[in-house]
């Protein structure tokens, strides 16, 4: 199993690889000496990696330290690469939660929240599908009811994997959406009640100012409701992630991190400035837009697949 997601982090990391790791290879390769300008050109690798400016600094204070206790080092390129591995390990490992969500309760309500077309609706399918496989009845709301697509997106999404949803006509109230289906999901014996949003308004404000209301609204429904907050971050955005995160997290209790899209970028290092600023257990990655491609963060895969 683990094999496995070491290769689709292999995959999905190409690019970071080749920006972050091999670049910094390269540097050591010139001036395996490790003096200032070396350290500096590492620590700019790192900060168009989007590792972020935090992590990156403290990474490159370590090394420097490490430089100056003046150990004899044979090889600096396997002694820096094996040096960051461990610093990178290091703070991934907090965001490393053992067991991706503990369903807890009947039904558990896990509601999702985040920006526009950061893979919200597309990782309710995947969770469905992840869900569905482990025997547990699944139920959708509808709750982006800003267009009729959204919903009929979800809609494809219940098709494709069994669940049940309940959807309002398009312009209805989020919140009596997912009301709603906290009922249904009551009287039809489900499991895991997915409740999508949309991340469309017009403003932030307006934004978290609905999903306030949203869990308010859960909470009437079904005391203790949401059992889990999940925030969607697309990596490909790197440190805006990072910006949306601390907003979503001041704004409403997030419980969880799904990052989408970490297929193919080149700012895969976002993880990392990720589990070191915010105090959030990574619950999903995503690695592409098929029903399977939905994993468990992984600190120890992630961090061997981006230094092969
Ligand atoms: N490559 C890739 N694309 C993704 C992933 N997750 C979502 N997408 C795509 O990103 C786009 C927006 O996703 P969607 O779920 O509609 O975002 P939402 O607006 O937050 O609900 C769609 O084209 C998805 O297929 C992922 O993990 N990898
Ligand atoms: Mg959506």
């Known amino acids: 199993m683990l094999g496995k997601l070491i290769d689709k982090f292999r995959k999905g990391l190409t690019k970071t690889r080749e920006g972050m790791v091999q670049k910094i290879r390269a540097v050591i390769r010139r001036r395996p000496e490790l003096d200032e300008e070396t350290l500096e050109e590492i620590e700019e690798i790192l900060i168009q990696a989007d590792v972020g400016v935090c992590p990156t600094l403290r990474i490159i204070d370590h090394l420097r330290a490490r430089v100056a206790s003046g150990e004899p080092v044979e090889d600096a390129e396997t002694a820096v690469q094996e040096f960051l591995e461990e610093e990178i390990r290091k703070i991934l490992m907090p965001a490393d939660d053992a067991a991706p969500i503990a369903i807890t309760t009947k039904p558990h309500v896990i509601l999702v929240v985040g920006v526009n077309g950061t893979g919200k609706t597309t990782t309710i399918g995947k969770m469905a599908h992840k869900f ?32 049940d949803m309940v959807r309002h006509q398009p312009g209805a109230d989020a919140a009596s959406v997912a009301f709603d289906a906290i009922r249904a999901a009551r009287v039809r014996d489900i499991d895991i009640v997915l409740i999508d949003t949309a991340g469309r308004l017009h403003t932030k404000v307006n934004l978290m100012e609905e999903v306030k209301k949203i869990r308010r609204v859960i909470d009437k429904a079904m005391p203790g409701a949401p059992h889990e907050t999940l925030l969607v971050l697309d990596a490909t955005t790197g440190q805006n992630a990072v910006i949306q995160a601390k907003q979503f997290h001041s704004a409403v209790e997030v419980t969880g991190l799904v990052l989408a899209k970490l297929d193919g970028t080149a700012k895969g290092g976002v993880v990392i400035a990720i589990a070191d600023e915010l105090d959030l257990p990574v619950r999903f990655v995503g690695m592409g837009e098929s029903a399977e491609d939905l994993d468990d963060f992984d600190a120890e895969s992630f961090v061997k697949a981006l230094f092969e």
């Open 132 to 163: 569905r496989r482990e025997g547990k009845k699944v139920l959708f709301a509808a709750g982006d009811t800003f267009r009729a697509a959204a919903i009929d997106q979800l809609g494809i999404w219940a098709e494709r994997t069994g669940a």
